[in-house]
């Protein structure tokens, strides 16, 4: 068969994969929207059904001979981008899924579950001991499969290497260390400060339909494609990829905290505005997502932290919020709204944590995991750890196991290796901003008067329509010239925090 | 293999397959009800590429297998009631299926989604030339269709079956015969009746918002459970079923039109009704839904007219309709409202006809599919013979065929065979109100107190809960104790408007 003929067909037999997940995701979207509770049940089984059907595919001999004939040496010149990197995707799916004995996955699978809903009892108790055994079991059983995947030293890389491809330990080691560095005295200064802010005001009711409003207004102002996506309520809100012109985002209203929907809902815009642009030569390709858990972070950061809390966004904007408001901020000033929403201090639970003191939050989950994996360290000697790391960051200690080693999902459900792509997604987000400002030397300016067009035109030709074209640490290379490197977020926060704690 | 091997991994087969069909029926749902529509071409490739597969599997030399082992009449007595008619509904898709060349099915499909297409353009321009080459070339597919199928002799019993097994032509002439003899003076009287209600009130704006909240609360008094459904808007109200535990319907809120809204609602709730109670013993199997189209419209029927346009159940919630209407019915007496929302007229359009007048409308469609497959009626001759049709029928002439033949989507869409069991299904409705208060001699009393409990259960004990267990004919029968009978539902019809119209 001509070369050209195993392309098409190995395309064809993706794009089916790729149609099985996109079903995959509506069903997701739909249980967490809305979907009445006496259907879920059945529903679960449908996207088992389904799973098992990428699952197999993913996996099947048909797959096998186009990897074996895709990745032969004698047809690469023959073969275009594209379907060199869909091929090498297919590869390390297929290599990881296969290694691993199906039995072992599938009580692995079972376990997981388990363990997310005996971490919500032990969580609502405070109480460790209850989900230890589970999450032991779950640590054997990933030692396991790092095992089958051949890895023999630095463990934990083979699980960075599934939410962050390309990074490991050792560099992010040297990043997370600088980064401490110079955060620790930071916080230590602001949370010492004399200047502290008062955000009373943001705890006046504002009403949830104006917030409504108000959300999807300023979706549309950050670019959000309305045609290409819905904005719905959820109580964890999140952006969830049908397809690029099909993106939908959800947020939480709160009464009393309307800042924080706004700004989850402009993280979730940032999300989705990366997905929305991906180039659509890449629809039903694997291709056609953000590269990675990091750098899809550093979209959504760089919109709530750099955009939404920016005193130059909010110039153009207060009087919106003001007239959604009804009156509520007549009274305050921008400076004093600005200093407000940006209260920074030390706090025990990583979702509700200020962009300062966030990546410290991620650093003791970061050295617990390292430790796990490539050290010593038991599970049963977790909260102990925890506690101790906390201490030495952010100079607090958490009370019980609640505000401790149990806030957190990932764990439970098996996601050894995800925390640090969030701290990594906030480093990269800095040093795109660095770039992006040297491009365009009148960034504020374009912010100030409502202009982020240019904004989103300069992400989404630099980062966002590549999709899973480049590599995280390809694309940073390619875009900002550099490998991962915390100075700018440092300055950027250094020079933030000073001014507003009057340092 | 053991027999009872053979049917575990039968059952297993099935489920996927109905596992799939959930997906396609949630893909639906989304597509109506709000799906962006720069995602929507995407989004019908999954479709497609689903239903390729539920095509593929309902047509496999596995499925083959398991239909010619379970279908040998050496093991028939160890198998349950509900593995033989589940056998009966795999073998009857996969004779349907097969018999046909791939080729000429895939043309067919590419064929009606065009003609589909066409038809909006030509309903538009009332242009009925602009469809006719589609329509002929569909006729064409569906007569070879049914030659492969191997019918030779009243080719139209082979359509009806599609959607109402085992109703044949001859059982249709007989029962639309009956009714149409005592339909067209009926009709007649009273159109000339000299107390034409008054509905002028009904037009009187009524806000969305009320609406909404009123249709919420009158799918609840009908037994709607909406932990298994949601109601939600789009511009054709429907009801779809992804499992039982999650039966949606829409509605369209009309603000000029609130009693349009109200009835469709509660039309569809009753369809909705029959879904959410099947018997959970027919999860997973081709059983678990509606028996028939006849029969689902029996029970919609059932709610809309013989609940819904009834003088008790409004005596129940007029109350509540007036606190809705915020004043606007203050004035207008219990029994003036129950005429107006029961006035009848002859009128074009099928979907805004009356109960009264409706069945003479799908006796139109019925004639000439009849014609058209039995007969030597050619497509051409569709205009005239319709317009023909409706003058003896209705006594009305269609101005345009935008307002005559290019009305309904079914016949682009293929779906000869489909009009009857609307009558049908209200002729059905008919007789099992008959038994129905023959069971509960206080019926009128339980609806006009509100008890509609008694109504639904019933309708659940004796019909609902079977699923496709039981043929229609079969359902009617051991309910009724007769064939379709269409005395009752004339009796209901001439004893009601005699009262509306004093006649």
């Given amino acids: 068969m001509a070369i050209s003929d195993i392309v098409d067909s190995y395309n064809h037999y993706v794009k089916k994969i790729m149609d099985f997940n996109e079903s995959i995701a509506l069903a997701e979207w739909d249980m967490r929207t809305g979907a009445p509770k006496k259907g879920i049940k059945q529903r679960s089984e449908v996207v088992g059904t389904l799973s098992d059907e990428v699952f197999k595919r993913s996996t099947s001999k048909e797959m096998k001979g186009y990897i074996d004939a895709l990745t032969d040496t004698s047809v690469q010149d023959q073969l275009s981008l594209i379907t060199k990197k869909m091929i090498e995707i297919s590869k390390k799916m297929y290599d990881q899924y296969v290694t691993i004995p199906p039995e072992e996955n599938k009580a692995y699978v079972i376990l997981q579950s388990e363990a997310q809903s005996v971490w919500q009892e032990a969580k ?63 916080v230590e200064s602001v949370t010492s400060s004399h200047a502290q802010p008062d955000r009373s005001f943001l705890s006046i009711p504002f009403p949830v339909e104006k917030q409504k409003e108000l959300c999807l207004n300023l979706l549309k102002e950050i670019g959000y494609d309305f045609e290409a996506g819905r904005l719905d309520e959820t109580e964890h809100p999140f952006e969830i990829t049908l397809n690029p012109g099909d993106v939908r985002v959800t947020t939480n209203y709160q009464e009393l905290d309307f ?93 509700l ?124 290379k390619d875009t900002t010239g550099e ?3 915390p100075d700018y977020l440092l300055n950027y926060l250094s020079e933030k925090y000073s001014d507003i704690y009057r340092l």
Same sequence: chains 1, 2.
């Fill in 124 to 186: 609502a108790k405070s109480d460790f001991e209850l989900l230890r055994p589970y999450l032991e079991k779950i640590v054997a059983f990933k030692r396991n499969f790092i095992d089958y995947w051949g890895v023999k030293t630095n463990k934990y890389d083979a699980l960075l290497d599934q939410y962050e491809p390309g990074l490991t330990a050792e560099t992010i080691d040297h990043v997370f260390g600088k980064l401490r560095k110079g955060l620790i005295p930071l």
């Fill in 353 to 476: 944590a200020d962009e300062l003191t966030y990546p410290l939050h991620i650093m003791v989950r970061y050295d617990i995991e390292k430790a796990l994996f490539n050290g010593d360290l038991q599970v049963k000697d977790l909260p102990g750890v925890w506690n101790e790391k906390m201490n030495e960051y952010l100079g607090i200690t958490p009370a019980n196991d609640r505000e401790g080693v149990l806030q957190d999902i990932h764990w439970p459900g098996g996601d050894f290796g995800y925390f640090p792509s969030y701290a990594l997604g906030y480093v990269y987000a800095a040093q795109f901003r660095q770039t992006m400002t040297k491009d365009i030397p009148d960034f504020d300016e374009h912010v100030r008067s409502g202009n982020l067009k240019i904004v989103t035109n300069w992400l989404s030709k630099h980062i966002h329509q590549f999709g899973s074209l480049k590599k995280p640490l390809e694309l940073l």
């Fill in 483 to 485: 490998g991962p490197n």
């Fill in 259 to 351: 800042i924080s929907t706004v700004l989850g809902t402009i993280h979730e815009g940032g999300h989705a505005l990366y997905e929305q642009h991906i180039s659509r030569e890449l629809v039903g390709t694997p291709l056609c997502e953000g590269t990675s858990m990091g750098i899809h972070e550093s979209q959504s950061l760089f919109f709530e932290n750099f955009i939404g809390r920016s005193k130059s966004f909010w110039t153009c904007h207060y009087d919106k919020l003001k007239h959604y408001a009804n009156g509520q901020f007549d009274d305050v000033a921008l400076d004093d709204f600005y200093r407000a929403i940006n209260v920074s201090h030390p706090s025990f639970i990583r979702t």
